[in-house]
């Protein structure tokens, strides 16, 4: 009884055992086939060796279509990548197998630049060029009217009618700030003369004698007239007289201001004048000094 017992205990064991490795088996195959399509992937050239000639790029919209396979070829050698880096954990030798699927990734994503290089260059000419028809156009606009059906003619003569109309306005507008401007000017002369009583005497004129009787005026018109005339001149003259009196107030304050600066000169110069005898003597005290002990240190030298 202990030996059947035994045996199949044993089974039991080694069944254990070996069904995780039969399972990793089976993943293992996965992957291998999994690595087997990734290898073919980084292997192909078709991509190079269809666009890479020189008569495969011969207008933009193969440009374009090799901009977009060339999108699609690398996304597909970046998954072999990725597939091959989990293949090669599985190896002994893992840094070796990685470095070597990534020399092929390197070798398809040169190839696959190069052509995107050519590719983008064909479109970027193709822009360049439309850019410059654009403009060679619109210079040609600019130059000459567009010919609609034999208008050019009427056309060129509104577009000059359109400049001399738009002349004459910024002329009007100039003429209208250049008499904004003057009268502004005058209206500032005015105001100065206002407050210069001098200038106010210069411009009034001596009244007219009027003629009774004339364009229907009275003599008390006239009487009001000769009034109002003598008070204007009344009130210009106490004007006159009050702006005399303000410029001999500030002569004065002038004067005053002068003979004050000419004392504080003649106070400073006096008290450079006593500094520097001051000094003068300090100097001729010392030089008596250092001339006596000089005297002083000869006569004891014969005692030393």
């Known amino acids: 009884?202990?030996?059947?017992?035994?045996?199949?205990?044993?089974?039991?064991?080694?069944?254990?055992?070996?069904?995780?490795?039969?399972?990793?088996?089976?993943?293992?195959?996965?992957?291998?086939?999994?690595?087997?399509?990734?290898?073919?992937?980084?292997?192909?050239?078709?991509?190079?060796?269809?666009?890479?000639?020189?008569?495969?790029?011969?207008?933009?919209?193969?440009?374009?279509?090799?901009?977009?396979?060339?999108?699609?070829?690398?996304?597909?050698?970046?998954?072999?990548?990725?597939?091959?880096?989990?293949?090669?954990?599985?190896?002994?030798?893992?840094?070796?197998?990685i470095k070597d699927a990534r020399d092929l990734h390197h070798e398809r994503e040169k190839e696959i630049r190069s052509v995107r290089l050519k590719a983008d260059e064909m479109i970027r000419l193709d822009r360049v060029e439309q850019r410059r028809a654009r403009q060679e156009s619109q210079k040609q606009n600019?130059?000459?009217?567009?010919?609609?059906?034999?208008?050019s003619e009427s056309r060129a003569e509104e577009v000059k009618a359109k400049q001399s109309r738009a002349e004459e306005r910024r002329a009007l507008e100039e003429a209208n700030v250049r008499a904004y401007e003057e009268k502004q000017a005058r209206a500032a002369r005015k105001a100065e003369e206002r407050h210069d009583p001098i200038r106010v005497k210069s411009r009034v004129k001596a009244p007219s004698s009027p003629i009774e009787g004339h364009l229907g005026r009275t003599a008390a018109d006239v009487e009001a007239g000769r009034a109002e005339a003598a008070e204007r001149m009344a009130q210009e003259d106490a004007n006159i007289a009050a702006f005399n009196a303000k410029q001999a107030e500030a002569k004065k304050r002038l004067e005053e201001a002068e003979a004050t600066a000419a004392e504080r000169k003649a106070s400073r110069e006096a008290r450079q004048a006593n500094f520097n005898k001051t000094l003068e003597e300090r100097r001729a005290a010392q030089k008596r000094y250092e001339e006596s002990r000089e005297n002083k240190d000869s006569g004891l030298k014969k005692y030393f």
């Open 1 to 97: 009884m202990n030996k059947p017992c035994t045996f199949l205990l044993s089974a039991l064991m080694a069944s254990a055992v070996l069904a995780p490795a039969a399972a990793s088996a089976a993943d293992k195959s996965e992957l291998e086939v999994r690595m087997e399509a990734a290898q073919k992937v980084l292997a192909d050239r078709s991509y190079y060796e269809r666009w890479s000639p020189e008569a495969a790029l011969k207008t933009v919209e193969d440009a374009k279509a090799a901009n977009e396979a060339g999108s699609a070829r690398q996304k597909e050698i970046d998954g072999a990548l990725d597939v091959m880096k989990d293949w090669c954990h599985t190896r002994f030798l893992v840094n070796a197998c």
């Open 142 to 151: 600019v130059k000459q009217p567009m010919k609609l059906g034999g208008r």
